[in-house]
């Protein structure tokens, strides 16, 4: 939950092993947390070949103020990413994805 000086819970977890550690940090650094998270990503896409990787979730309550930032490194499937991701609410999800092939207009 976002506390009154700024600060919110984060977590951090592993495909391998789940939850892994956790703590507290500024609201106004978790932006910075999430691009070095994106681009390890970035690089865990390209080696893996997944449809995608997600690397944090941002989880609101339900007056819209932030509950907690979860930190991941974690290739899936489309249909993983459809069974998992695509159906949580009140939460913005971080994720890179793989482009589809475009067709040519030969």
Known sequence: METPNGRVRWSLWSSGFGFVTQGQM????????LQKFEQA????????????VVYGRKIYDEDGK???????L?????KRFERDVVPLKNQVIYALHKLGEVPSNE
Do not use: I, S
């Open 26 to 33: 500024q609201l106004c650094k978790v932006t910075e947390k």
């Open 41 to 52: 990503a970035k690089q865990l896409l390209a080696q893996t070949g997944a449809d995608h």
């Open 66 to 72: 932030v509950k907690e930032v979860r930190f991941y």
């Open 74 to 78: 974690e290739p899936m499937t489309d």
